[in-house]
């Protein structure tokens, strides 16, 4: 059997040994140097250009064509702090656009209003997942971490508590076409949950071991 060429795996710029040339084996070589040193690979490449998710999700152990296979890896924990914040700033635009239906509401135009409120539901699932991945990636009870000095302290426990009250709160709300209810839990309720979500996510990304922002 003629052996078709040989595969460079280069974990950040590191040149990791192979058994066979397949991106299954780079893949299992470069998980586990990275792991070796508390870190994880986030990015593949085969001759520059990025290997699709779903290539990687199930990745061939046939022999590869690719001539060199980059693997980037990043610390885990300031992966995380960074997805963290992101999502904190994100809270911003949210409170805005919460704003922007309560207007909407007060002013009549109900189309608008639903428009929005629709962006406001998928906004705050965007931000839980973010939770949820952080606490996977670090298999970390993230609910619970206390965020600040007060008694009890802001968990992120308490807060989504907090949270799905009025969520359901507004969505009882539509259902009962109580367009002044919708109004202000939207201009108060959920304008003070996003502000204390955003500071909750910045907390957490320190205690996490992020830096501070």
Known sequence: ??????????????????????????????????????????????????????????????????????????????????SLRDAAGALEQLRETQQAAADAIQSGDMTSAYDQL?????????????????????NVDVMNIPLSDEVPPLTLAGATADLRVHLRAIKDAMGQEDVSAMGDILAYDLDAAASRWASALLALAVALGGKSP
């Open 1 to 82: 059997m003629t052996h078709i060429h040989d595969v460079e795996v280069l974990l950040d710029g590191r040149t990791l040994k192979i058994a066979r040339p397949t991106l299954a084996e780079a893949l299992r070589a470069g998980v586990a140097a990275a792991q070796a040193t508390q870190r994880i690979v986030v990015e593949v490449k085969g001759d520059g250009e990025r290997i699709p998710d779903e290539l990687l999700a199930d990745p061939s152990d046939e022999l590869t064509s690719i001539r060199v296979i980059q693997l980037i890896s990043a610390d885990p924990r300031e992966l995380v702090a960074g």
């Open 118 to 138: 629709g962006s406001v539901f998928s906004s705050w699932q965007a931000v839980r997942e973010v939770v949820e991945r952080a606490g996977a990636v670090l």
